[in-house]
């Protein structure tokens, strides 16, 4: 089993930054890759990013490249999710995922349905 937890969460003005930890734990090394959904309008999940443990080959939604950045610390079991500049339409609660071992992960990294394991979400908030 494989235990997911995010923080990093809070509430910012637009234009500023806030970077997310999503450290896991248990089963570490079932863990192919992370990637980090929000919860958007009638509850649906959106890939944001995501990212393989190794060689840490990442992957961006269009709603946010150049902005974020995901980038993972091996020897921590640990994901992050840099988010500069951001916007009013990035408010959301935000959420880790683990995926185990797979084949095309650059065609499923955005899926919820593709990942394994899920940590219990942090908010953020940005204000205009």
């Known amino acids: 089993e494989v235990q997911l937890v995010e923080s990093g969460g809070g509430l910012v003005q637009a234009g500023g930054s806030l970077r997310l930890s999503c450290a896991a734990s248990?089963?570490?090394?079932?863990?192919?890759?992370v990637g980090w959904f929000r919860q958007v309008e009638d509850n649906q999940l959106e890939g944001v990013a995501g990212?393989?443990?190794?060689?840490?080959?990442?992957y961006y939604a269009d709603s946010v490249k150049g902005r974020f950045t995901i980038s993972r610390d091996n020897a921590k079991n640990t994901v992050y999710l840099q988010m500069d500049n951001l916007k009013p339409e990035d408010n959301a609660t935000y959420y880790c995922?683990?995926?185990?071992?797979?084949?095309?992960?650059?065609?499923?990294?955005?899926?919820?349905?593709?990942?394994?394991?899920w940590g219990q979400g942090t908010q953020v908030t940005v204000s205009s």
């Open positions: 990212i393989t443990m190794r060689p840490g080959l990442s």
């Open positions: 995922a683990a995926m185990r071992p797979t084949s095309g992960y650059s065609l499923k990294w955005y899926k919820d349905q593709n990942h394994d394991h």
């Open positions: 248990g089963n570490t090394y079932a863990v192919f890759a």
